[in-house]
């Protein structure tokens, strides 16, 4: 037999029963466990809130006690709200430290980036907000071609086959071959 298919010492049916036990016994640990709680919780409310004694006392003492205990609630409340930020005040410090140290480790992973198609006006509209309320004309941006330019450029390709006569000095040639005829 190969070393992860050991044969088990204990049997099927004990191993079983072993489990069984080991579950009644957590079963009474923890129902232990609940009246405990449920003890040192009504130990501490009677000890924190006394019992309220309303009878034999007049409409005054009753108005007096109501605001006594407004006061003590207010108390608490800004216990408890204090408590509670300073609570968040830390998680996010530890989250900021967390993240400094998986920082510094140097294992960042990076997301994988998705490739979004966007037009120019909806790019421009994200990159400066509400300032561009109409859209881009990129064309009217573009430079202009002067039509001089474009003028003496055509001149310059109706041309082309006597300047390119001229330079190969093939004038005097044709002359000579037009000649001979």
Known sequence: MSEGQKKSKISASRRLALKTKLLK???VMLEKENEEKKLEREATLGE???LLQLSGLSMQDLQALCKDMHHKIDVVDEE??????KVTKNYKEIENLSQKIFEL???MKRPALKRVKISADAMLGA??????KESVDFKA???TVKKEE???SKEEVTDWRKNVEAMSGMEGRKKL?????
């Open 150 to 152: 474009e003028k003496v």
């Open 80 to 85: 408890r709200y204090d408590i509670d930020a």
């Open 127 to 132: 990159l400066l907000g509400a300032r561009v």
């Open 141 to 143: 941006n573009l430079k």
């Open 105 to 107: 480790k140097g294992k």
């Open 177 to 181: 071959f037009n000649a001979g005829q």
């Open 25 to 27: 016994i957590a079963a």
């Open 48 to 50: 924190r809130v006394p």
